[in-house]
């Protein structure tokens, strides 16, 4: 009896169904090795950003934290707010970046081409890319409508309670330290428990006396509803300014209200409507004073919040229309590349833009949702239409030309330069 060998794939032969399943386990493979690469690429994109972005934010309050005379845990605490509202900002670009750059190396290195060739369908190049943009959509829906918010009302709180330790304010400059308008304080000297040791005020506000208080000796006491600082062993200079006389009092004990040396805009935390969670945007407390001034910019708000998630999705979208394919040109890769972020940030400016203009305009929030929209179905009619978006090749020609020039005289000067040090050398 002769025996026929039946091919077998995947463990299992052709007859059983083997074929199909090995189908489905390449195509898997497949769709997890591209999501690996772009998950890669986008958080090391992402985290540099921010880091970038941090950064920054920290140096434009340096004066607040460098002059406020807090901790370094507190300083550590105060930046770490700032981290939250550069994600949302930043994980759109992240991934449009990560998504063209890993397909047009794929493409370089004909990984696109062998996957083609091979029979899979396109969905195996658009599901993990599309898949990966959802959820980071959905995280950053969550960041901007929740974590953001408590981040930034934190951030206030903590900038308010700075201002109002006036003692913490000043004891390390040493010097004559204006608090408010016409108000200075200055302290010598303050130990470990929190003792001072030469206590100044010097009060103007009130335009008709001048208040100068001396004390050799204070504390700051804290009595639950109020600060008090206590001087000890000290004067009053009282000075009336239309008559130019003065009174001298002195006491033993004197308690002055740290909460009367602030300016009247510190007592209360304003919140603004991105400071808001999207539960207070939806219904707003109509008594807020904010709100009553500016209802239009709680209205722009909102459509903000509800529309901003969407970029990584669209961004996904535009990248795989430009990017997704393969070429044989690889050159053209580069083209890909740049359309695709070229592209999305038009569309990321224009809503931008929108979102700028609404604020006083009522009538431009409906571009909030038109211009996202618009372009993810620009780019989905591209997908399904197999039509491929790019620079049209006389944009890349004039391009190619600019820079050409003077990438050509930098590399002419370069080589006379060698030249001329060769030969002054070699003389």
């Known amino acids: 009896m002769a025996w026929i060998e039946q091919p077998v794939v995947c463990g299992r032969s ?11 386990h390449d195509m898997r493979l497949i769709e997890i090795y591209i999501l690996r690469r772009i998950v890669v690429m986008f958080f090391s994109v992402l985290l540099s950003a921010v880091g970038i972005t ?12 460098t002059t406020s ?40 290195d004909s990984e696109l081409v ?96 001048d208040l100068i208080y001396y004390a050799k000796d204070g504390l700051v006491f804290d009595t639950g509803e109020q600060n008090l600082l206590i001087m000890k062993d000290g004067e009053i200079d009282r000075r009336d300014v239309q008559t130019g006389n003065v009174s001298i009092i002195k006491f033993n004990t004197y308690a002055l209200d740290l909460a009367a040396m602030l300016p009247a805009d510190d007592d209360n935390v304003t919140l603004f409507p991105k400071d808001r969670p999207l539960t207070y945007l939806l219904s707003p407390d109509p008594n807020d004073k ?22 990584p999705i669209v961004f996904a979208l535009i990248s795989l229309a430009a990017a997704a394919d393969s070429r044989s040109h690889r050159e053209a890769r580069v083209s890909a590349s740049f ?39 620009l ?16 944009w890349s020609n004039w391009v190619r030309d600019f820079f050409a020039a003077p990438q ?14 060769r030969g002054g050398r070699s003389s």
């Not at 408590?150 to 390390?172: F, K």
């Not at 500016?294 to 919040?305: A, G, T, V």
Request: charged share 15%.
């Open 339 to 377: 359309t695709a972020i070229t592209l999305s940030l038009i569309a990321f400016w224009l809503g931008y833009s929108a979102g700028l203009s609404s604020d006083k305009n009522a009538s431009v929030l409906p571009l909030l949702f038109a211009f996202p929209i618009g372009a993810a179905i």
């Open 379 to 394: 780019a989905t009619y591209a997908l399904a239409t197999n039509r491929q978006i790019g620079v049209p090749v006389k």
């Open 54 to 65: 941090w950064i920054v934010q920290v140096l434009n309050r340096i004066n607040f934290l």
């Open 114 to 209: 062998v996957i083609n060739a091979a029979g899979a369908p396109r969905s195996a190049v658009i599901r993990p890319v599309l898949l990966f943009a959802v959820v980071i959509s959905a995280a950053s829906f969550l960041i901007n409508n929740f974590i953001v918010p408590y981040s930034s009302m934190n951030m206030r709180q903590m900038v308010a309670e700075a201002r109002t330790d006036v003692i913490n304010l000043v004891v390390q400059q040493g010097t004559f330290k204006e608090i408010d308008k016409d108000l200075y304080l200055q302290i010598e000297n303050r130990d470990a428990n929190g003792a001072i040791k030469g206590l100044f005020v010097s009060d103007s506000r009130d335009k008709t006396t």
């Open 69 to 108: 005379g807090q901790s370094f845990l507190y300083i550590l605490k105060f930046s770490s707010n700032l981290l939250p509202a550069a994600f949302p900002i930043v994980m759109p670009f992240a991934l449009v970046i990560a998504v063209a750059q890993t397909l047009s190396t794929m493409n370089q």
């Open 14 to 24: 052709v007859e059983q169904g083997g074929g199909t399943l090995c189908a489905k």
């Open 408 to 421: 050509s005289a930098f590399a002419g000067a370069g080589a006379k330069f060698f030249r001329r040090g």
């Open 290 to 311: 904010y709100f009553q001034q500016h209802p239009l910019r709680y209205q722009s708000e909102l459509n903000k919040r509800l529309t901003d998630w969407m970029y």
